[in-house]
Nanobody, 123 residues
Framework: VQLQASGGGLVQVGDSLRLSCVAS????????ISWFRQVTGKERDFVAG????????EYDNSVKGRFTISRDNAKNTVYLQMNSLKPDDTAVYYC?????????????????WGQGTLVTVSS
């Protein structure tokens, strides 16, 4: 599977953005998809993930209650709705896919990665 992330941009504190991750290739439904983010000089950290059944979602504590992950298997797309954005949310956001029912928090569990989309939250 190949992934294409989009939707990043420059926003103000408190604003919202929706990121999209579109997958090409077959059998999108067998993949759990997650979003990670990375600040220059730091590790790539787990943000949110969704299982292939859509009923299982996981969030890092830093985004819980503000971000929502969802997927539309008919469109081969996973979304990350980000509300109440903070300066600490500034990062490059990557989507990643793993074959399996549920998302995992370790980036080592993911074989396919999108190219990243930059989110900048200005105060």
């Amino acid at each position: 599977v190949q992934l294409q992330a989009s939707g990043g941009g420059l926003v103000q504190v408190g604003d919202s953005l929706r990121l999209s991750c579109v997958a090409s290739g077959r059998f999108f439904g067998v993949y759990a998809i997650s979003w990670f983010r990375q600040v220059t000089g730091k590790e790539r950290d787990f943000v949110a993930g969704i299982g292939r059944s859509r009923t299982v979602t996981e969030y890092d504590n830093s985004v819980k209650g503000r971000f929502t992950i969802s997927r539309d298997n008919a469109k081969n797309t996973v979304y990350l709705q980000m509300n109440s954005l903070k300066p600490d949310d500034t990062a490059v956001y990557y989507c990643a896919a793993r074959q399996g029912h549920n998302p995992r928090r370790s980036r080592d569990d993911y074989a396919a990665w999108g190219q990243g989309t930059l989110v900048t939250v200005s105060s």
